[in-house]
């Protein structure tokens, strides 16, 4: 394999490592850690490091499927990629694995995006009154409820698609 193919695998596998770490660390460490330190410094703690893990997860997905499409451009598997023949392979149903993991966190990724930004940081107008208040906490907790079962799920999927990417490697 060329030099510059051979790189990409090792970015494949280096943001394979901090997306499926970092959701692992944001479900299992955060997410626990959070509920036993009081709200209001719950809220700050996880908005600061959050912030990591609104950089880190995007990135790696997106080196994820750049690299991931250069190894099929190398195989010249791109143009068969969406072929029945190739899904029906034993090598192609783990690389499809990967790639729909990939789209699954990718979708659940910009919602959580998008809950945060609507959501969770939003900020009230100094007219807000205790109606207001009461109304985005609700909403808070009800966002980050959907949160926490999405990022168990997601640990999963990210999980599954190590894993068709470790049987494509070695044939099984
Ligand atoms: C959540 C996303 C993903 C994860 C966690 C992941 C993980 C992995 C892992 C662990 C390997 C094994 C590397 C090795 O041992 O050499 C691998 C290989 C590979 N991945 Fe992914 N991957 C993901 C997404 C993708 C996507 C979106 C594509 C393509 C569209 C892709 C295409 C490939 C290819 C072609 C290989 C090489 C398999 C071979 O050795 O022949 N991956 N991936």
Request: hydrophobic share 55%; aromatic share 12%.
């Amino acid at each position: 394999m060329e030099p510059v193919y051979q790189l990409a695998m090792v970015v494949h596998i280096y943001s394979a490592i901090v997306l499926v770490g970092s959701m692992f660390f944001n479900a299992f460490i955060l997410g626990p850690a959070l509920k036993r330190i009081p709200p209001a410094q719950a809220a700050t703690v996880g908005d600061k490091i959050g912030a990591g893990l609104r950089i880190a997860g995007p990135a790696s997905l997106v080196l994820l499927v750049v690299t991931g499409v250069m190894r099929l451009h190398h195989m010249h598997l791109l143009g068969k990629f969406f072929g029945w023949s190739f899904m029906s392979t034993r090598y192609g149903s783990r690389i499809w694995l990967m790639f729909l993991a990939w789209f699954v966190l990718a979708v659940t990724g910009t919602l959580s995006l998008a809950w945060y930004e609507k959501v969770l940081a939003k900020k009230l107008p100094f007219t807000a009154g205790l109606r207001d208040l009461e109304e985005r906490r609700a909403a808070q907790q009800k966002v980050s409820d959907w949160q926490e079962r999405m990022n168990y799920v997601n640990v999963t999927i990210g999980i599954l698609a190590v894993l068709g990417g470790s049987f494509a490697r070695v044939g099984l």
